[in-house]
């Protein structure tokens, strides 16, 4: 992302942060989304929780990882 794209969406954050809080606060919008706008602010001050991991894995278990290189003709 171009660095001059990038300035002009910080300078947006503080707009977008309001649109979030008011419309969490309004009490004509509908529900989900106001409890959407709730987890978003809550999610940028706190950060997502974490999540556990199903599966027998530990510190000392072997894994495998596959990467794959996909040719596009250039």
């Not at 978003?40 to 495998?64: K, N």
């Amino acid at each position: 992302m171009p660095d001059e794209v990038k300035e002009m969406l910080k300078g947006a954050t503080a707009d977008a942060a309001r649109l979030l809080i008011e419309t969490m606060a309004d009490e004509s919008a509908p529900l989900k989304l106001r409890l959407d706008c709730a987890g978003a602010v809550m999610d940028r001050v706190y950060g997502r929780p974490t999540q556990p991991i199903d599966g027998e894995l530990d510190a000392h278990s072997a894994f495998e990882v596959t990467i794959r290189v996909l040719d596009d003709g250039h």
